[in-house]
């Protein structure tokens, strides 16, 4: 059993830490506040081959597993950049087309993820249904040749950016009509598509979306994969999406935590460091301990989906998100705290990280949700709700 990643896992971190570094947190920030997008980051990182490390070398991508493309979002975050795309683009979508997409979907969108030339959103959420997916009502009925979708959805990633929106929706069987879950390709100019910008509180790049799909014609190739497996391939995707965010969560709170210590160790308001004082120095050590037990489990999970094991990486990668959310939230409150006055003031950029470091305790599952999760599926629980 290995506790520390492989040679070269830790080059290929070395390499992205240094390229993150080169753009880092004034970047990050003041293209947010300009509300434009990472465009110059995200292309040299396709480029350079950081977003598509997860997908398959035939068509462009590193050949690597989740892990790898976790440890790219991790040194993102760490360097000040926590890019949502990389959850949702290679990570969610890439990992279900290149599993499950027809021959030719995975010619079509592989390679432009794997590149950054081609982004795709993930939309799950509802607004009548929230944490509760079984009562999506987003649906496809068959029509012609082609399906035709309606329905909305909230708090939708990055679609001004995307080409397309990776729906997930319930097809109808025109037999039975009963209601299948299923995955569709749905392109971001389709007549009857609409997005409209929620606006948030959060310094980010990222903008969110609501959706309304109203009698959105769709061709019979925007069904994704095995019209049969529409829930197990939603759930090859969600793993993943844990293991991201745990990962972009663990990064973030680096970042907070690498800001807090050079503070610390500079600023003096009693003739020494303020860092030699318990009351800063206890907190940053629990905050280091919290993070580091974060990352372990994060890798976990990444070991676990990699080598297949999907129910064990289910429970290693919740477990995961909830570990790091909550060090995340405290790195950056205890950085915050760490710096005084100047923890909220724009030059340092930690008053913004306050409001995103809430984001790993919500999405893309919340906190109590994953309690639940854990308290039926780990301790044998009975189901709350
Ligand atoms: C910045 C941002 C980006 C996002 N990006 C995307 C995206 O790209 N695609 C996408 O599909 N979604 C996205 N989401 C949505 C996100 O996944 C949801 O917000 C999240 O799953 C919670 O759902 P909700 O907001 O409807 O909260 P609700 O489900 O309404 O929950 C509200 C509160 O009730 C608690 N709660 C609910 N049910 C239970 C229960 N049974 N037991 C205990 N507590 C419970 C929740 O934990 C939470 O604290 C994004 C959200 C944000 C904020």
């Known amino acids: 059993m290995r506790f520390t990643e492989s040679d070269e896992r830790l080059a290929l971190r070395e390499a992205v830490r240094s390229f993150a570094s080169s753009y880092g947190g004034d970047y990050y920030r003041a293209k947010a506040r300009e509300g434009a997008y990472l465009t110059e980051l995200w292309a040299e990182a396709g480029k350079l081959g950081y977003l598509g490390a997860n997908l398959p070398e035939e068509f462009g991508g590193g050949g690597g597993g989740i892990g790898d493309l976790a440890a790219v979002l991790e040194e993102f975050s760490a360097a000040g950049c926590p890019t949502l795309m990389m959850v949702v683009s290679p990570a969610i979508c890439g990992t279900v087309l290149a599993r499950f997409g027809t021959p030719e979907?995975?010619?079509?969108?592989?390679?432009?993820?794997?590149?950054?030339?081609?982004?795709?959103?993930?939309?799950?959420?509802?607004?009548?249904?929230?944490?509760?997916?079984?009562?999506?009502?987003?649906?496809?009925?068959?029509?012609?040749?082609?399906?035709?979708?309606?329905?909305?959805?909230?708090?939708?990633?990055?679609?001004?950016?995307?080409?397309?929106?990776?729906?997930?929706?319930?097809?109808?069987?025109?037999?039975?009509?009963?209601?299948?879950?299923?995955?569709?390709?749905?392109?971001?100019?389709?007549?009857?598509?609409?997005?409209?910008?929620?606006?948030?509180?959060?310094?980010?790049?990222?903008?969110?979306?609501?959706?309304?799909?109203?009698?959105?014609?769709?061709?019979?190739?925007?069904?994704?994969?095995?019209?049969?497996?529409g829930l197990m391939q939603l759930f090859a995707g969600l793993n993943p999406e844990r293991i991201m965010a745990a990962s972009l969560a663990t990064g973030s709170a680096l970042h907070a935590l690498e800001r807090a210590v050079g503070y610390a160790s500079q600023r003096e308001v009693w003739?020494?460091?303020?860092?030699?004082?318990?009351?800063?120095?206890?907190?940053?050590?629990?905050?280091?301990?919290?993070?580091?037990?974060?990352?372990?489990?994060?890798?976990?999970?990444?070991?676990?989906?990699?080598?297949?094991?999907?129910?064990?990486?289910?429970?290693?990668?919740?477990?995961?998100?909830?570990?790091?959310?909550?060090?995340?939230?405290?790195?950056?409150?205890?950085?915050?705290?760490?710096l005084g006055g100047n923890g909220l003031a724009t030059e340092y950029g930690l008053g913004a990280a306050v409001t995103a470091s809430r984001l790993g305790r919500i999405a893309p599952v919340s906190r109590e949700m994953v309690l639940n999760y854990v308290a039926q599926h780990s301790l044998g629980l009975p189901k709350s709700y």
Do not use: C
């Open 105 to 229: 979907q995975r010619r079509r969108w592989l390679p432009g993820i794997a590149s950054g030339e081609s982004v795709l959103a993930f939309a799950i959420t509802e607004p009548d249904a929230g944490s509760n997916a079984h009562n999506i009502t987003t649906t496809a009925r068959p029509d012609g040749d082609g399906w035709v979708l309606s329905g909305r959805k909230t708090f939708i990633s990055g679609v001004d950016v995307a080409d397309a929106v990776f729906v997930v929706g319930r097809m109808e069987d025109t037999a039975t009509g009963r209601l299948a879950p299923a995955l569709f390709m749905v392109p971001t100019d389709a007549p009857g598509f609409e997005a409209r910008r929620i606006e948030m509180d959060l310094v980010s790049p990222d903008h969110q979306f609501a959706l309304f799909m109203d009698g959105v014609r769709l061709p019979a190739d925007a069904l994704v994969g095995d019209p049969g497996s």
């Open 271 to 338: 003739g020494r460091p303020i860092g030699a004082h318990q009351g800063l120095s206890h907190p940053l050590a629990q905050v280091k301990v919290e993070v580091e037990l974060a990352r372990l489990m994060t890798q976990k999970a990444a070991a676990l989906y990699d080598a297949g094991d999907d129910a064990g990486a289910g429970e290693a990668a919740n477990m995961a998100k909830y570990a790091a959310g909550e060090a995340s939230a405290r790195a950056v409150d205890q950085a915050v705290q760490t």
